[in-house]
């Protein structure tokens, strides 16, 4: 058993070979622990990117 304090991080991965494709813009994502409770994410399609690496915060940043 492993105490969980505030600030905690819990990660996790999924098995290679049990997903046969990668989440798509506009899906959800949902994780549950019993008696802890609960966290939903949806997907975005990922920003474009100037040369240097810099996301811009908005169009002709």
Do not use: N, Y
């Amino acid at each position: 058993m492993t105490v969980l304090c505030p600030g905690d991080l819990l990660t996790t991965g999924t098995p290679g070979g049990a997903l046969d494709h990668s989440l798509a813009p506009g899906q959800h994502v949902r994780a549950a622990i019993k008696g802890l409770g609960e966290i939903e994410a949806s997907c975005a399609a990922a920003a474009a990117q100037d040369p240097v690496g810099r996301t811009p915060l908005s169009p002709g940043a």
